[in-house]
């Protein structure tokens, strides 16, 4: 992204200074998964969401998002899955536990409250 054009001017010998907000455009946010099958090579399934400081628009990730990708995952392999999350608030509420219950497929497990050394993700 580009910052906003601007024109000014100054007296001879004085370098004209222009003032910028450093507010930035937004910021995105990603949630993945990392896909293993026996004999196949590992996937990554993701989804994006650029949130651009508009009104009404979302921030970030919720129940329905997650439930979307989940099922797109589970096209694309064609078999159960095993999901391993941690506790972020929108992964242990009770809509997405009842999202969970709906898919026979899908089996979660939870990590501990604070599990450092067994998420990858706290590392990166």
């Known amino acids: 992204m580009r910052p906003p054009k601007a024109r000014t ?3 001879g ?3 004209p200074t222009v003032t910028v907000s450093g507010k930035g455009s937004g910021r995105v946010n990603l949630a993945g998964m990392i896909c293993l099958k026996p004999g196949q090579r590992t996937r990554l399934i993701y989804r994006m969401r650029i949130y651009r400081r508009r009104k009404n628009e979302r ?3 919720n129940e329905s998002d997650y ?3 989940l099922d797109a995952a589970h096209q ?3 078999g ?3 999901l391993i999350w941690d506790n972020v608030n929108t992964h242990v509420d009770a809509l997405m536990r009842s999202l969970i219950d709906t898919r ?3 089996t979660v ?3 501990p409250t604070y599990a450092p050394e067994l998420n990858p993700v706290e590392s990166v």
């Open 76 to 78: 694309q392999l064609g």
């Open 80 to 82: 159960p899955i095993v």
């Open 59 to 61: 921030k970030g990730f």
């Open 109 to 111: 497990f939870s990590l």
């Open 104 to 106: 026979p497929w899908l």
């Open 9 to 11: 001017w100054s007296r």
């Open 67 to 69: 439930a979307r990708l």
């Open 13 to 15: 010998g004085c370098t």
